[in-house]
């Protein structure tokens, strides 16, 4: 089994859409993905994540599957009571903000079990990766790899490729339940690029799988020589 995550491309946060360089983004993201087949595709159901979905879905006459779990997780916290609707700008701390020098910079290791008691964001990212990680594994049971601890039990071993056009975020709380890294530390570290696309594949022994990094957020289909292109991103 493997797994693709593409990340959308260059949005208008505002309107959910993506933007002129954004199509641009998706249409060279659609060709890069080319050589991989591609057998089940899943799309987020934010406009900025179906509008680079579509480049692809029109390359290869296919058809996605939208998921309302796949949509970008608020990072926003420090507040009491329900969220206020996020707009650009928002003066709210987010946890995909937070530079990774400030946290790391203290001396305590995070964990993978007790991330929500080490940062400010705990509490409320707590619930909303869960219910991520909890669909994402919900899924994956459907296709023979049914959750078991750290690890897949595989009911039925497949080569087939799933994808998933999504978010920053979500690639990131996908990559920490996957590798088995603090979320703290994932969301920190596994940035992606506008259109830049992650893989990993099944590494499977005695009827068990784990899932081994392949590479990640590829986007040298962006590139054209242009190395400022690279940012870190900070929202998603």
């Known amino acids: 089994m493997r797994l693709l995550m593409a990340r959308h491309g260059h949005p208008d946060y505002a309107t959910d859409t993506l933007t002129e360089r954004g199509h641009d983004e998706a249409a060279r993201l659609a060709a890069a993905l080319d050589p991989y087949p591609l057998d089940t595709i ?12 579509e480049h692809t879905l029109r390359r290869r006459g296919q058809e996605a599957i939208a998921c309302d779990w796949l949509r970008e997780i608020d990072g926003r916290y420090g507040y009491d009571g329900v969220a206020p609707e996020w707009v650009l700008g928002d003066p709210l701390p987010s946890a995909y903000e937070l530079h990774p020098s ?33 669909a994402f594994d919900a899924m994956l049971a459907e296709q023979g790899y049914v959750r078991e601890g750290l690890r897949y039990r595989v009911a039925e071993s497949s080569d087939r ?9 979500v690639m990131r709380g996908l990559l920490s339940h996957l590798l088995y890294v603090p979320l703290p530390a994932a969301l920190s570290l596994f940035c992606h690029d506008t259109a830049g696309y992650t893989m990993l594949r099944s590494v499977e022994d005695n009827g068990y799988a784990v899932f081994a990094m392949v590479f990640i957020n590829n986007a040298e289909h962006k590139r054209n020589g242009n190395e400022d292109q690279y940012t870190r991103p900070v929202i998603s």
Do not use: I, K, M
């Open 42 to 53: 899943y799309v987020s159901t934010h406009g900025r994540a179906q509008e680079t979905a």
């Open 102 to 134: 400030d946290l790391f910079g203290c001396s305590q290791l995070y964990s993978y079990e007790a991330w929500h008691d080490e940062v400010a964001y705990g509490p409320w990212l707590r619930p909303r990766f869960a219910a991520l990680q909890n």
């Open 161 to 169: 490729t799933l994808a998933f056009f999504c978010h920053d975020g």
